[in-house]
């Protein structure tokens, strides 16, 4: 198919976005334990506290201090409908203190905090679930991971039980700003800031370009988490280009147009052409390598991400798309237009999805399968996690380690 052809087969005039389904949260077994027959807590100390790791999970312990609550619950992304529905509720301890000990994945990262309930009659969660629990989430003040990019800008702790190390999710507040920069654009351009190392080298850089941009530079800290990686030497050098959804983010990401093509047809061309212009005047220059020109997103973003690699074939050689809502249009609709991609020029897809995020693992596995005679290089990954930050940062990075480490 020439390439005219394919750009007609994603025109946005072609695809009319569906409805959002209904929230079908699935009901979640949940073991614990009775915390009074365990070891009490230590007084002091950081939080989660893994009590014991086995090959297949661990047992955790949790604490939230609410003197005047009659009822507590975890409210963890994901976990949405415990079942039984009081399995997630804390028991009472000790000056105004409540606990659970729980059994989890080994590999469990998520977002969380807790929910408290001073009213009468039974906690609203019970009947409603934890998604909505009807109550305010108050961060774990025992943990020093967070992040507010929950919905709304809430703050919210990070859980993570693998060693994520350098790319741990969430922000340090200890730790030095890392320098970002504005890319002065036109008055119709999006909001655009660049991050690169210091100490970059002459050398065309590796080009990452990051959707849902602002969420990275002011509530992730993702500009921190790849200097870290360029320091260790985990990450070569390389420039981080991170676009900001805006106010409308449902018309500009997750739709063939929009971002997916401003950033393939404008953003990308013009990076290539003039490179980036460090303080001092240093001229960074970009790679043309489309193997080293990575586009990544989550969510809608993670649709962005696919859409631009189907868009621009021989431009961005690579997606890393997270959580992709794949349910916005009808099943299978993005095979063709990535099939007839990978057969102009070579393209690496890394998808991602949580186990506990409703079918979205299951649509991520059709649709890697779909591709799997296409000549793309396609992997997905389930990460034991909800639809959160949690886990995309860190597996975000870790993909972005090794595809530039190839």
Known sequence: MPADQLTDLLDPARWEPLPHPPAMEDPLPVRRRDPRTLPPAPATGSAPEVLSRGADGVLLRLRHRAPRARAVALHASGWWRPQPADALDLVPAA??????????????????????????????????????????????????????????????????????????????????????????????????????????????????????????????????????????????????????????????????????????????????????????????????????????????????????????????????????????????????PLREAAGHAPLRLRLHAGRFEGSMAADARALADALEASGAEVSLDVHSGGHDWAWWQPALLHDLAAELGR
């Open 95 to 336: 000056d105004g203190w409540w606990e659970i000990v729980l059994e989890a994945p080994a590999d469990w990262r998520a977002s969380y905090g807790f929910v408290e309930h001073d009213g009468p009659g039974d906690p609203p969660w019970w009947e409603a679930g934890l998604k909505a629990p009807g109550a305010p989430v108050h961060p774990d003040a025992l943990c020093a991971h967070r992040h507010g990019a929950a919905r709304g800008g809430a703050e919210r702790s990070v859980l993570s039980l693998p060693f994520d190390g350098l790319f741990r999710a969430g922000r340090d507040d200890a730790e030095t700003p890392a320098e970002v920069h504005d890319l002065p654009l036109g008055p119709d351009a999006p909001r655009v800031r660049w991050w690169a190392p210091e100490e970059a080298g002459s050398a065309p850089l590796p080009l990452l370009v990051v959707t849902d941009g602002a969420e990275h530079v002011e509530q992730l800290g993702t500009p921190e988490r790849l200097r870290r990686g360029v320091e260790a030497g985990v990450l070569p050098p390389l420039a981080a280009v991170f676009v900001d959804a805006g106010e409308h983010r449902g018309d500009v990401l997750g739709v063939p147009g929009g971002q997916a093509r401003w950033i393939p047809e404008d953003l990308v061309p013009r990076l290539r052409a003039a490179g980036l212009t460090a303080p001092g005047g240093r001229r960074l220059a970009l790679t043309d390598d489309p193997a080293r020109t990575i586009i990544t997103g989550a969510s809608y973003g993670g649709l962005t991400a696919l859409f631009t690699a189907a868009r621009a074939p021989g431009t961005i050689g690579v997606a890393i798309a997270q959580s992709v809502s794949l349910w916005r249009y009808p099943s299978g609709a993005l095979v063709g």
